[in-house]
């Protein structure tokens, strides 16, 4: 299985590169965002519970998140691999994620983090918010508050995976094709050693 984590702050282009390597690699995308609102749409218990912290642009208790992405994995038995995008994003997450892949004798093969500079991204966010129909993207202070978010508790996820040798920084300033270039370079090169 080849299991990547997508990281980098709210804005820095995970859900649209995601989307081509889940096609080159043949891997199934797990966006917590993504599911969290498929959930809130459908008006699930989930999604109620989930609605009020993703409003303010909080994060949502990790309790809730890690159940929800175990079962979304489980669902996906034929899988070869999984891109998570928006998870892990919390040391707990992380944490939990090694655990449950370990017991599936699997692994994370690396963290590739797109590395956007912070006014690119509030822009970047604002112009979503206008066809998005997000209103998380669309309130400067909620956009400001999902970055303390990420400062506060997911930046130092870069660390947690360093310290593993599994940490691979992106520059995510250009055009979508170039980016999804130098993704694909790391890609290649996790596939020698990933299990
Ligand atoms: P995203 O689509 O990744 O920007 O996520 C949108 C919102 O969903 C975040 O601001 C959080 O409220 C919630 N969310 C998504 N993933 C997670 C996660 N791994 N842990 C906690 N909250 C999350």
Known sequence: ???????GPPGAGKGTQAEFLKTKYDLIHISTGDVFRYNIKNETELGLLAKSYMDNG???PDEVT????????????AAKGF???GFPRTESQAESLDLFLAH???EIAGMIALEVPENLLVERLLNRGKTSGRSDDQDEVKIRNRF????SKTAILKNYYQI????????????????????EKVINRLGKSSK
């Open 83 to 85: 891109i998570f995008d």
């Open 104 to 106: 599936k004798h699997s």
């Open 164 to 183: 593993q040798n599994k940490y691979f920084g992106v520059d995510g300033v250009g055009s979508i094709e170039d980016i999804t270039a130098k993704l």
């Open 66 to 77: 890690i159940d929800m992405l175990k079962a979304e994995v489980d669902r996906n038995t």
């Open 148 to 151: 303390s978010e990420y400062e």
């Open 58 to 60: 909080n994060l949502v």
């Open 1 to 7: 299985m080849k299991n990547i984590v997508l990281f």
